[in-house]
């Protein structure tokens, strides 16, 4: 049984940091990524990356403060988030594929994990 846990989340200030893990139980997938949800609104994608880790995909409001990463011997992938703004405050959620399709749609994941909140304070 595929299982995708995420930990990390926490409580942090306005323009600190956190880093979040996704790992997976017993296998890498062809794409990883996160997203995320807020209170009264939808997921939304926030990044994702490639099994061999040479494609990496961000959402706009996430480029130049978050990275993604992975680390396929542990079977992780690994999202730093620096300088992060009270409405990067959400659950965010682990999920992964093989098969291709939109990267940027929570229905072309077929994995996911069970989420882990994130709050940053003003």
């Known amino acids: 049984q595929v299982q995708l846990v995420e930990s990390g989340g926490g409580l942090v200030q306005a323009g600190g940091s956190l880093r979040l893990s996704c790992a997976a139980s017993g296998r890498s997938f062809g794409l990883t990524g996160w997203f995320r949800q807020a209170p009264g609104k939808e997921r939304e994608f926030v990044a994702a990356?490639?099994?061999?880790?040479?494609?990496?995909y961000y959402a706009d409001f996430v480029k130049g403060r978050f990275t993604i990463s992975r680390d396929n011997a542990k079977n992780t992938v690994t999202l730093q988030m620096n300088s992060l703004k009270p409405e990067d405050t959400a659950v965010y959620y682990c999920?992964?594929?093989?098969?291709?399709?939109?990267?940027?749609?929570?229905?072309?994941?077929?994995?996911w994990g069970q989420g882990t909140q994130v709050t940053v304070s003003s």
């Open positions: 999920a992964a594929r093989d098969r291709p399709g939109p990267l940027y749609y929570s229905t072309a994941y077929d994995y």
């Open positions: 990356i490639s099994l061999g880790g040479g494609s990496t």
